[in-house]
């Protein structure tokens, strides 16, 4: 088993930043990839960015190319989605997963453990 725990959410207004964290413990070495997803008000779960352990190899989703950079510190068994220009469509319960694919890909199918979530609020 992985466990996962997120933290670094909050409330922002619109521009501003926050960085996510999601420490992995347990059976870390079984995890290949983790992924962030999140859930907005009433919209299903949807990806938006995954990184390898080993290798550094990232995916993204379109919506947030540009704003947002996801980064691993392998010493750690941390995650870190760092968020800019954020804005009010980026509110959602954010997701920390982990799979033993190297998939990083948008699918949530591969994922095998979740965490519990961390809020993030943008005021407009």
């Known amino acids: 088993q992985v466990q996962l725990v997120e933290s670094g959410g909050g409330l922002v207004q619109a521009g501003g930043s926050l960085r996510l964290s999601c420490a992995a413990s347990?059976?870390?070495?079984?995890?290949?990839?983790m992924g962030w997803f999140r859930q907005a008000p009433g919209k299903e779960r949807e990806f938006v960015a995954a990184?390898?352990?080993?290798?550094?190899?990232?995916g993204q989703a379109d919506s947030v190319k540009g704003r947002f950079t996801i980064s691993r510190d392998n010493a750690k068994n941390t995650v870190y989605l760092q968020m800019n220009s954020l804005k009010p469509e980026d509110t959602a319960v954010y997701y920390c997963a982990a799979t033993e694919t190297y998939y990083i890909g948008s699918l949530q199918g591969p994922y095998d453990y979740w965490g519990q979530g961390t809020q993030v609020t943008v005021s407009s």
């Open positions: 990184v390898r352990w080993n290798g550094g190899s990232t």
């Open positions: 347990g059976r870390t070495f079984s995890s290949r990839t």
